[in-house]
């Protein structure tokens, strides 16, 4: 656990995002994709607890202004009190299913949705599962092990490779693999933006969020945990940072450029 003052600095570094983006008419929210052994504690090895324990995340949502924590969704509890419903974390993986990032999604347009009340989540029954070919579908632990091709999988993805049609797409650089830097164009009509700061957890939440937004800036954190120059380009109307929790620390740093007076944009 990382000592108070450090996480009083993470609280800083998120209010230094949310303020500097709202001095361009545009509201920062983060996402918290929990890690598995939080959900599943009973699993864990005998020599780690066998119950949920307090963690940085937590440090670090106690540490937010009410302003701030109202811009965090935090589906853990929800996704602990549903785990035994349906197959929300893959046993051969470490992210979640579609399922499971439904419920995340849900949590993330709820306090969306609390500064763009039209923007609501929709239900389940709106998104059509995708078939998943054996050698597409996130499998880190059986690959791990060296057993991916011996397993059978059943897990619900909303998931697509690639993740948008190709002509709708725009890469922002010479590399188009799904970590690129990329511009996902929809058929979504509402006119907004999104610059999504992703991990991997975002690949099942892509197909949820293109409803709500015309424009989505897809953009990997290890491109950068916070993207200035493309918000001054692209003007988004949301900035969302979805990644694993225990990524957090080192998300929040914090920026002094951004903690200037700077006027809006013109």
């Not at 811009?71 to 299913?97: C, G, M, N, S």
């Amino acid at each position: 656990r990382a000592p108070a003052t450090e996480v009083a600095n993470w609280a800083r570094g998120f209010e230094q995002r949310r303020a500097y983006l709202q001095r361009r008419n545009a509201e920062f929210f983060m996402l918290v994709a929990p890690v598995k052994e939080d959900i599943f504690p009973e699993h864990r090895p005998s020599w780690m607890p066998r119950e949920r324990v307090t963690t940085e995340i937590d440090d670090f949502l106690g540490a937010l202004s009410p302003e701030d924590r109202a811009r965090v969704a935090d589906p853990r509890d929800t996704i602990i009190a549903r785990k035994h419903e349906a197959i929300l974390y893959d046993q051969f993986d470490t992210h979640w299913t579609g399922l499971g990032a439904y419920l995340g999604y849900q949590a993330l347009m709820e306090v969306i949705s609390r500064r763009y009340p039209d923007m609501t989540a929709l239900p389940a029954s709106a998104f059509t599962p995708t078939p998943q070919a054996p050698n597409r579908m996130q499998r880190d632990l059986a690959l791990m092990l060296g057993i991916s091709n011996f397993i059978k999988q059943d897990r619900v993805s909303y998931a697509t490779i690639p993740e948008n049609d190709p002509a709708r797409t725009e890469f922002l650089g010479p590399r188009t693999d799904w970590t690129a830097p990329q511009i996902m164009h929809t058929e979504s009509k509402g006119g907004r933006t999104l610059l999504l700061l992703r991990d991997s957890f975002s690949s099942e939440l892509v197909p949820l969020l293109k409803p709500h937004f015309s424009r989505i800036i897809s953009v990997h954190v290890q491109d950068g945990f916070f993207r200035e120059d493309l918000v001054e380009k692209y003007r988004p109307d949301v900035v969302a940072l979805v990644m694993i929790e225990t990524g957090m620390r080192f998300s929040m740093d914090l920026k002094p450029a951004l903690a200037q007076s700077i006027p809006p944009l013109p």
